[in-house]
């Protein structure tokens, strides 16, 4: 459905025309709400405020899910850990989300995953875990639907040899296995964005809020710049809401307030290490002396993370160091009974969580997950804190609270009854993928892929395959993934440089041995014939993408924060640091005349 005549929905596609058609929107009619971040929040924001009927627009400074979205542990999960903490109210919100994502939102992008917790001392220990699990699997059937996955079990040490044979089992008793569930964190953004722009909303990337409008204290909208054409606009809004972020700091010093809410920033690094350097029918959860450390099934691959420290340099290319990536292979090593080492890690990405602060500056593995809405100017709400799996919550808090100030009665939010595209008739197209393979000549371990990242949106790629057969054939280095995708990315997922696609529409820049340099060629020459790049646009692109990829592995090779941000800062960005303005230089529309 793409019908835009009577505005009950737009389009499923999200390329440029529609991005442009979104910004020309935004600049020529105010919109109720203007939501500033394109990460999980941002998008889930857009989503649940179109669908109560506002007109909403969205802006993102660089690429969905470019930031703290696209480099979680990819997981949806209550948070085992904060059982612990006693935040017991967290972790049943974010069980009964996971529930509904996993059946009813969502089932196409996540999925079930278990995990082994292993135990190292008799009797106590697998009590005290035990009794956890316990309350995590009550808490998870307190919604209303069941969990979508199997309770907890224990598991002897004789299971754990079958199960997981390359676990140490002289360092261990026994364990219990629990579930979870896992997504593509940046994919997954991608389809809430497209979703809200489905229903109406007026979305585009590579669009940066430059200052706020004010009037008298009221803010009314934001000053805009489209980094893609250099446009400079005004975007008019009854309400703004800040999803920003590790930015929420910076974006308040812009309208000149000193909010309420304080976030900091934590590292996150994790490693991709390929699935066939140790044999396991389920993933681990281990205890660190600071934190939990995961051992995930991702695919092809393992991934292993993560790291929890302070944060106070670039924001937007977190660098991972020597030291962290030490810090997790010793930590995984202590239950492996073949080792890991460097020559083993295929990939490494960091990301920054934006947690709540006293700013008392203590150990960010002590600051909550918990979210907070706040109004502290007229005209700007701020969302920050949380956590991936709890977003459509956060949403809908951040739009209650800009119902409060909008005249007219605002519905209630209806997300948790409107499935993401691609999810309607999921199970069924998978009950067929055997047939759809044969149809098209393609091997069914490739419709499975497929349909795992686009549910029946599939048959948008197989319709640009009919048409090109070329865009069937994987790329160089990166087997999983097919030229369809690339083109896809372009055409209806909004991706509009290089990057976007090798490091967020496919994940090839942390699961290729290369990091996508192979890659980058096959898939600029793709995007070329999508978006009209000339030779000299492709040439730079591909430049810019391998430099970025060296200045990363290096930063990895240095030992501390300083130098890794200094060496990952080397590579150029697509907009220019230099180019972005500060707090200083925001331009606010003056109050008008009586």
């Given at each position: 459905m793409a019908e835009t005549t009577n505005n009950v929905s737009r389009s499923r596609k999200l390329g440029p025309e529609e991005r442009a058609a979104a910004i020309a929107s935004m600049r020529d009619r105010e919109v109720d709400v203007l939501v500033i971040g394109g990460g999980i929040v941002g998008a889930g924001v857009a989503l649940d405020a179109v669908t109560r009927g506002l007109r909403v627009g969205l802006i993102e400074a660089r690429d969905f899910a470019s930031g703290t979205s696209s480099r979680s542990s990819k997981l949806v999960h209550g948070g085992i850990r904060y059982l612990e903490q006693m935040n017991f109210e967290l972790v049943r919100e974010a069980l009964i989300e996971r529930g509904l994502l996993l059946q009813r939102l969502a089932p196409h992008l996540v999925k079930p995953v278990q995990f082994l917790y292993p135990l190292e001392k008799p009797i106590i220990e697998r009590a005290y875990i035990g009794a956890g699990m316990a309350m995590y699997d009550a808490f998870s059937y307190t919604g209303f639907m069941k969990p979508g996955v199997p309770l907890h079990r224990h598991l002897s040490k004789k299971r754990l040899q079958k199960e997981i044979p390359s676990l140490d089992t002289d360092k261990v008793i026994g364990g219990l296995a629990y579930y979870d569930a896992q997504m593509d964190d940046a994919r997954y953004v991608a389809t809430v964005a497209r979703t809200a722009s489905f229903y109406g909303a007026h979305v585009a990337s590579r669009v940066r809020a430059e200052g706020f409008l004010k009037v008298g204290e009221r803010v009314v909208g934001v000053q805009a710049h489209d980094y893609e054409t250099g446009e400079q606009f005004e975007i008019r809004a009854k309400q703004v809401v800040n999803a920003t972020g590790v930015w929420t700091g910076d974006t308040q010093a812009m309208v000149g307030a000193r909010g309420e809410i304080k976030v900091r920033a934590s590292k996150g690094v994790h490693l991709v290490i390929p699935r066939d350097r140790f044999h396991s029918t389920m993933g681990m959860i281990l205890r660190t002396e600071k934190s939990v450390l995961f051992v995930i099934p991702w695919g092809r691959h393992w991934i292993v993370g993560t790291t929890d420290t302070d944060w106070q340099l670039d924001k937007a290319h977190p660098a991972a160091t020597a030291a962290d990536i030490d810090y997790i292979l010793d930590n995984v090593n202590r239950v492996l009974s073949t080792k890991l080492t460097r020559a083993d890690v295929e990939g490494v990405y960091a990301g920054l969580r934006p947690l709540l602060s006293a700013g008392d500056g203590g150990s960010t593995a002590k600051l909550s997950r918990e979210h907070h809405v706040g109004h502290t100017v007229p005209g700007l709400v701020i969302i920050a804190g949380g956590k991936f799996t709890t977003y459509r919550v956060m949403a809908k808090d951040a739009i209650d609270e800009v119902a409060t100030s909008i005249?007219?009665?605002?519905?209630?939010?209806?997300?948790?009854?409107?499935?993401?595209?691609?999810?309607?008739?999921?199970?069924?197209?998978?009950?067929?993928?055997?047939?759809?393979?044969?149809?098209?000549?393609?091997?069914?371990?490739?419709?499975e892929h497929l349909l795992n990242r686009y549910g029946v949106l599939t048959d948008e790629l197989l319709d640009m395959i009919r048409k090109d057969e070329s865009l069937a054939e994987p790329l160089p280095g990166a087997d999983d993934y097919i030229g369809a995708e690339v083109r896809y990315a372009c055409t209806h997922e909004g991706a509009l440089h290089l990057d976007d696609v090798l490091a967020r529409r496919t994940r090839i820049s942390i699961e290729a041995w290369d990091r996508g340099v192979a890659a980058a060629p096959v898939a600029a020459r793709i995007m070329a014939d999508a978006l009209g790049w000339d030779d000299a646009r492709v040439e730079q692109e591909v430049n810019t993408y391998n430099k970025r990829v060296a200045a990363e592995l290096q930063s990895q090779e240095l030992p501390d924060d300083e130098s890794a941000d200094r060496a990952r800062l080397e590579a150029p960005d697509i907009v220019p640091l230099s180019a972005l303005p500060t707090a200083d230089t925001v331009r606010t529309r003056p109050e008008p005349a009586a």
């Open positions: 005249d007219g009665k605002v519905p209630e939010s209806c997300t948790a009854d409107i499935p993401l595209l691609g999810a309607e008739g999921y199970k069924a197209a998978w009950n067929k993928r055997a047939k759809i393979a044969r149809a098209f000549g393609l091997h069914k371990h490739r419709v």
